[in-house]
T-cell receptor, first 118, second 115 residues
């Protein structure tokens, strides 16, 4: 199956700093990438949908100025958590899809990034 | 918006036992996905169901989608410790399957299998 990587896998930062997380589709071109957030023992919550070459679409309640998403190419999307605070500590997972209607839009998930803000 | 309710929220079984996890939707399901997740890791795709009455199996795991396409079940036969993890159902986020991959997830079921 298709492979999606995330970097870094873990990051610890100080409060007030910005952190960038990369999501790459390694062997296919992803027209759409999704960013999810997962708190301990909870499900995945969709944060935003990222389409190559256009602005991301954010879910209700997600601050677009705090979570900057850039999808500059068909294989790379980045999520930047700006001015991170301890409440931003979470597990961030991206997924990538080639787009289209089901069943041709299977999402391939990255391994996740554990962010800890001190 | 699509809402998915999973039950049970957690399950502890003895190795060798069968178990079932359910996923119920408030709306018609146009694409129902089952994933497995180890804590702190990404999601592993298990199966995708699309048609009413559809049933798929892989190794000891069987997933079904009911005729009305509002409920799915995941059944594990003769469970093993390797089956332990979080099971998530996910569904296409809009009616008609036109969300181009955007998924809404259930809250997850934590499965523990004791040897």
């Amino acid at each position: 199956g298709a492979v999606v990587s995330q970097h870094p896998s873990r990051v610890i930062c100080k409060s007030g700093t910005s952190v960038k997380i990369e999501c790459r589709s390694l062997d296919f071109q992803a027209t759409t990438m999704f960013w999810y957030r997962q708190f301990p023992k909870q499900s995945l919550m969709l944060m935003a949908t990222s389409n190559e070459g256009s602005k991301a679409t954010y879910e209700q309640g997600v601050e677009k100025d705090k979570f900057l998403i850039n999808h500059a190419s068909l294989t790379l999307s980045t999520l930047t958590v700006t001015s991170a605070h301890p409440e931003d500590s979470s597990f961030y997972i991206c997924s990538a899809t080639t787009g289209g209607l089901a069943p041709y839009n299977e999402q391939f998930f990255g391994p996740g990034t554990r962010l800890t803000v001190l | 918006s699509q809402e998915l309710e999973q039950s049970p929220q957690s399950l502890i079984v003895q190795e060798g036992k069968n178990l079932t996890i359910n996923c119920t939707s408030s709306k018609t399901l146009y694409g129902l996905y089952w994933y497995k997740q180890k804590y702190g890791e990404g999601l592993i795709f298990l199966m995708m169901l699309q048609k009413g009455g559809e049933e798929k199996s892989h190794e000891k795991i069987t997933a079904k989608l009911d005729e009305k396409k509002q409920q799915s079940s995941l059944h594990i036969t003769a469970s093993q410790p390797s089956h332990a993890g979080i099971y998530l159902c996910g569904a296409d986020g809009s009616a008609g399957g036109t969300s181009y991959g955007k998924l809404t997830f259930g809250q997850g079921t934590i499965l523990t299998v004791h040897p």
